[in-house]
């Protein structure tokens, strides 16, 4: 399983958190971003993320917590990205921003909210390189897992078995020791606060993977 890293909660400052998630092995740095629309908390201007991330060598799993994520996709396509992830609750046009995140040659991968079903994005499916299962509402890192997003990841393992689809699965939000075991489905974990608040973040990421 791959994993990715949300330094959104740390004991230490941001660039300090990101240079010790660098010096690891994880497979991608997930940049939680929010706009203060799309949920109340306003984390990380496209300006910060540039600052802080447009040197790095690793890969980069963007999560727009955004209302209107055209303007974000334009401005963070020149970092090294993997995957920019949209919001299926949003009210924008969710085809043409993911044709919109394709054009930069970037993956395109779409967030569900614990409230929303997978039948929500069923749409996208065939279109789509990543989906981010929200175990915890967005907005804030260390909260529980919320159980029924679980059940998302084996409907999504056999959508994609079914109608050969190609995206990876991933869960945001609540991973931990005690949830890790729930989460054997996936294909990317995304952990913040239990490796950004331990003392030693490569062998919290061992213990995800
Ligand atoms: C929640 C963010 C998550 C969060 C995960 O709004 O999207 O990425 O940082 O944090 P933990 O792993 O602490 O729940
Ligand atoms: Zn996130």
Redesign the pocket.
């Known amino acids: 399983m791959k994993t990715s890293i949300?330094f959104?909660?740390s004991k230490y400052d941001r660039a300090e958190a990101i240079a010790k998630i660098m010096e690891t092995d994880t497979d991608y740095i997930?940049v939680?971003m929010?706009d203060g629309i799309f949920?109340e908390r306003s984390v990380l201007s496209i300006s910060e993320v540039k600052d802080l991330l447009s040197n790095s060598k690793k890969l980069l799993d963007i999560?727009l917590?955004v209302a209107h994520p055209k303007n974000y996709i334009n401005e963070l396509a020149e970092l090294n990205a993997k995957y920019i992830t949209i919001h299926a609750e949003i009210q924008d046009d969710i085809n043409e921003l993911i044709d919109l995140i394709h054009s930069y040659g970037i993956s395109a991968g779409i967030a569900i909210n614990p409230e929303s079903g997978v039948d929500s994005i069923n749409d996208y499916l065939d279109n789509i390189e990543y989906v981010l299962i929200?175990?915890?509402?967005?907005?804030?890192?260390?909260?529980e897992l919320k159980l029924e997003s679980v059940k998302k990841i084996e409907e999504l393992q056999s959508l994609r078995e079914q109608y050969n689809y190609h995206y990876q699965i991933s869960l945001?939000?609540?991973?931990?020791d005690k949830t890790r075991p729930l989460l054997n489905g996936l294909d990317i974990i995304?952990?913040?606060?239990?490796v950004c608040i331990s003392d030693n973040y490569q062998e919290i990421i061992n213990t995800l993977r």
């Open positions: 949300s959104l909660k997930h939680d929010m949920v999560h917590m929200m175990g915890v509402d967005p907005g804030y890192g260390g909260q945001d939000g609540g991973v931990n995304v952990s913040g606060s239990y």
